[in-house]
Structure formats: C-alpha cells, structure tokens
Antibody
Framework: QVQLVESGGGLVKPGGSLRLSCAASGFSFSDYYITWIRQAPGKGLEWVSYISSSGSPIYHAASVKGRFTISRDNAKNFVYLQMNSLRAEDTAVYYC???????????WGQGTLVTVSS | QSALTQPASVSGSPGQSITISCTGTSSDVGGYSYVSWFRQHPGEAPKLMIYDVFTRSSGVSTRFSGSKSGNTASLTISGLQAEDEADYYCSSYTSSSTYVFGSGTKVTVL
C-alpha cells in the first residue's frame, strides 16, 4: 500500500537547522512529484515546497525561500527538506504528500513536528 | 501569497446541503482550473476530496461536488452526515508555480 513517512522533526533553537525526510513506498516513486505542507499548532495548512518527479524544477513558498531547500533521491525513494535559519514561526507539523497532476495531493504522511524555540 | 478566503465556520443539520466558498484572485483561483479541496479530521492528516475544481478523488462520495465562478470556488456537501464534521481547506495553483491554501472552514453537523 502507498505509504509516506516523515521523520527528522524535533526541537531546535532559533537560527538552527534541521533536515526532514520523507520515505515513500508502495508506488512508483519516480512517477510522482512530492510537496511539503505545514500546519502550525491550531492553525491552517500552508504550502511549503514542491519537487518534480525528476528533481527539477523545484519551488518554494516566499516565506521559506532562501532558507529551505527540497531535494529527492529516486534511487532510495526519499525526499528531503533542508531547513536553515529556522524561526519561531516555522514551528509546525510538516507533512509530505505526493501528486501527479496540479494539486492532486492524494496521499499524505502522518506528519513530523518541528518546534523552534529557545 | 495571501491565503485564500474561506468562511470560518459553516453548519447544517443531517441531510441538509451546505456550501463552502473559497475566494482568491485572478492569479490563483480565477486564473486556473486547479482548485482542490481537502478534509481534515482532528489529529489526522488531510484527505484529498476534489481536484481540478470538480473531479472527485478516488472513493470520495458523490455527495461532494465542486464548482468555480470567477475568482471563487465552492464545495457543496449534500445529504450532510455526522462524519462530514471536520475542517475543510481549498487550495489553488498560482501564477508563481506555487500553491496556496485557504484559511479553512470548520463544518459542524448540528
């Protein structure tokens, strides 16, 4: 069955870095784009990053551009989100989701919590 | 990119129909037929309900339907059921090749 499993979340100080991973299984990984979406505690969904099935192009939300970088390893079925210069407002549950067409994020992981606090 | 505008809450009695609106701009909702709707129950990951404005995702009940007019998209739930009580989010592709979500709507079944 299709599975997306996020990992790498945790507590980090402002200005610090963290790398999130999204492990995929149960489908032809290289046929799908992957996107990261986050949800601050008690708040709504916010789109973060996108990487195409081949690894290019990639896109980031303005709120994270220059600080976050998305990448993928199609040989290992992983997508990564490198997060640098973290701020308190980056505190959220981060979900990875897959898609083949515009906006059809049809499978999501369970999410990993990132907390940015001193 | 500002969040798309949704009503904070919508409620209805079992069996009734409700409609959730999602208002954006010509750079997102109005410019593309790539509007999606997601349902999220507390403590769970969101679930894709509709994409491409009106296409139901696999396994989604025909009680859910989508539409769009100008810069506003809508999700209609007919025959409201207790399981429909959840948060609903719209999303749209944008002219920047990014996506934007709506502010979210809490649906309450009275």
């Amino acid at each position: 069955q299709v599975q997306l499993v996020e990992s790498g979340g945790g507590l980090v100080k402002p200005g610090g870095s963290l790398r999130l991973s999204c492990a995929a299984s149960g489908f032809s990984f290289s046929d799908y784009y992957i996107t990261w979406i986050r949800q601050a505690p008690g708040k709504g969904l916010e789109w973060v990053s996108y990487i195409s099935s081949s690894g290019s192009p990639i896109y980031h939300a303005a709120s994270v551009k220059g600080r976050f970088t998305i990448s993928r390893d199609n040989a290992k079925n992983f997508v990564y989100l490198q997060m640098n210069s973290l701020r308190a407002e980056d505190t959220a549950v981060y979900y990875c989701a897959r898609g083949r067409w515009f906006g059809d994020f049809d499978y999501w992981g369970q999410g990993t919590l990132v907390t940015v606090s001193s | 990119q500002s969040a798309l505008t949704q009503p904070a809450s919508v409620s209805g009695s079992p069996g009734q129909s409700i409609t959730i609106s999602c208002t954006g701009t010509s750079s997102d909702v109005g410019g593309y037929s790539y509007v999606s709707w997601f349902r999220q129950h507390p403590g769970e990951a969101p679930k894709l309900m509709i994409y491409d404005v009106f296409t139901r995702s696999s396994g989604v009940s025909t009680r859910f339907s989508g539409s769009k007019s100008g810069n506003t998209a809508s999700l209609t739930i007919s025959g409201l059921q207790a399981e429909d009580e959840a948060d609903y989010y719209c999303s749209s592709y944008t002219s920047s090749s990014t996506y934007v979500f709506g502010s979210g709507t809490k649906v309450t079944v009275l």
